[in-house]
């Protein structure tokens, strides 16, 4: 099984000033990829173009910005974002977000023999993956602490699978919580989190990941640790197969 992937991006982008509230980000950018798997070849010209805005408010920060991707069926597809953030005091913070994500060059799982998986990487055009975020936090920073939580959904579409040289599209949605906590003490950093993940398709599950962590700095060096526990998903099934 032979699988290779070639990217090549060019970009311009243009920042300027409206007033001492107001920044202004205009830029296009120009991707060419080229995918093959075995025999077959893929290769997409990919243009965008994307404009962005941030305006400062007092304590309320906008960013509000729209991309538009160019693909070979000659068709322009919109994804706009829009994000918030608010400061309550020099602590406590509030953001906010929404954003449409589209992506060409994705890996998927590929099913070379009954229960066996490797992933792969794969150009789609008409049928690329497309995602829309929503996310909300919190974050709480004091006397060397940092706590932070988020919540977040995903809806995602056109998620591919690879099972015996045939692509399966499905639609999910996953939805998931992220909760992390770090404290500096003199020279030592710690550290641990907990996510909580839930998918609906195509086998509902919820995953689980704790993380503990410290780092100890001396002069140059930095001495690190960490250990990670989760849960894992079954793999997902698909026409049959899995």
Known sequence: MKNSVQELTLNLEHHFNIGSNQKMQIGGEWQYYASSFNSNETKINHPALYITDNILLGKLSLNAGIRADLIPDDKIYLQPRFSARYTFSDELTAT?????YNQFLTRVPYQYRSGSYQMIWTL????????THFLAGLAYSRNGWLISAEA?????????????????????????????VKKEWRKQTFFGSYSLVNTNRSEKSTGHELK????YSLRSFHFSATYIYGTGFPYIATGGHG
């Open 212 to 215: 503990a962590g410290a780092i």
């Open 124 to 131: 789609s055009d008409s049928t690329f993956l497309s995602s």
């Open 152 to 180: 977040y959904l995903k809806k995602n579409r056109n998620q591919l699978y690879f099972v015996d040289n045939t692509i399966y599209k499905l639609d999910n949605r996953n939805t998931g919580f992220d909760l992390f």
């Open 96 to 100: 906010a977000s929404f954003g449409i």
